[in-house]
C-alpha cells in the first residue's frame, strides 16, 4: 500500500513557474514508476509525465515538453514536478501516481494549479 501526498500547487502567472511535490508513504518507493497526470475543468484526466523508479528514464506528454521537468529523490519517498513558462491551459488539478508498467494503482488527492493570462 502506498499514500501519496501532493502539494506546491497555488495561483501563479502565465510565464511563471512552480514546482509540485508528490510524497510517498511505504518502503518500497523505488519500486514504482510514478507519473503524474492533470484534469482540467469539464475535461478528462490527461498525462503529463512519468518516471522510472530509478529515474533513469523520463517520458512526457508533447503538450509540456520543454517546459515540465518530473523529478524524484528515492532518499525522501519524493516525486517532483517542475513546471515552467506555465500556461492559462496549464489551469487543472494535478495528481501524482504510483504503479507498475502501465498500471497506476496508487493516486494521490491533486493540487490545484492556476495560471492566470
Known amino acids: 500500500q502506498v499514500q501519496l501526498v501532493e502539494s506546491g500547487g497555488g495561483l501563479v502567472q502565465a510565464g511563471g513557474s512552480l514546482r509540485l511535490s508528490c510524497a510517498a508513504s511505504g518502503r518500497t518507493f523505488n519500486n514504482y514508476r510514478m507519473g503524474w497526470f492533470r484534469q482540467a475543468p469539464g475535461k478528462e484526466r490527461e498525462f503529463v509525465a512519468r518516471?522510472?523508479?530509478?529515474?533513469?528514464?523520463?517520458y512526457y506528454a508533447d503538450s509540456v515538453k520543454g517546459r515540465f521537468t518530473i523529478s524524484r529523490d528515492n532518499a525522501k519517498n519524493t516525486v517532483y514536478l517542475q513546471m515552467n513558462s506555465l500556461k492559462p491551459e496549464d489551469t487543472a488539478v494535478y495528481y501524482c501516481a504510483a504503479g507498475h508498467g502501465v498500471v497506476y494503482a496508487y493516486w494521490g488527492q491533486g493540487t490545484q494549479v492556476t495560471v492566470s493570462s
Open positions: 518516471i522510472t523508479g530509478s529515474g533513469g528514464s523520463t
